[in-house]
């Protein structure tokens, strides 16, 4: 059975971090690409992050120079670092692991920026 999990989601001030981590089981980590989406409200999902298995990272403009992805292949675990957080980051954020045809997604975080 496939489980992701984000945590470290909450609330926090405009200019603050955060660091949201997840953990997968069931799926061959080393092997897919991880990427962190997020949802604003009133709005589509959006990619924020990914990062490859050979470690290559991709940013939307939106957070680019703000947010780090990062893996850790033995703790099967990818982590997204935000710094200088606006407002407009608020939005629930998902984790979602990808293998060839394959997709599986977390439940979602939820991250609020507001003073």
């Known amino acids: 059975q496939v489980q992701l999990v984000e945590s470290g989601g909450g609330l926090v001030q405009p200019g603050g971090s955060l660091r949201l981590s997840c953990t997968t089981s069931?799926?061959?980590?080393?092997?897919?690409?991880m990427a962190w989406h997020r949802q604003r409200p009133g709005r589509q999902r959006e990619l924020v992050a990914s990062?490859?298995?050979?470690?290559?990272?991709n940013y939307s403009d939106s957070v680019k120079g703000r947010f780090t992805v990062s893996r850790d292949n033995g703790k099967k675990m990818v982590t997204l670092e935000m710094n200088s957080l606006k407002p407009e980051d608020t939005a629930v954020y998902y984790c979602?692991?990808?293998?060839?045809?394959?997709?599986?997604w977390g439940q979602g975080t939820q991250v609020t920026v507001s003073s």
């Open positions: 069931g799926i061959i980590f080393p092997l897919s690409t």
């Open positions: 979602n692991a990808i293998r060839r045809s394959d997709s599986w």
């Open positions: 990062i490859t298995k050979d470690r290559v990272t």
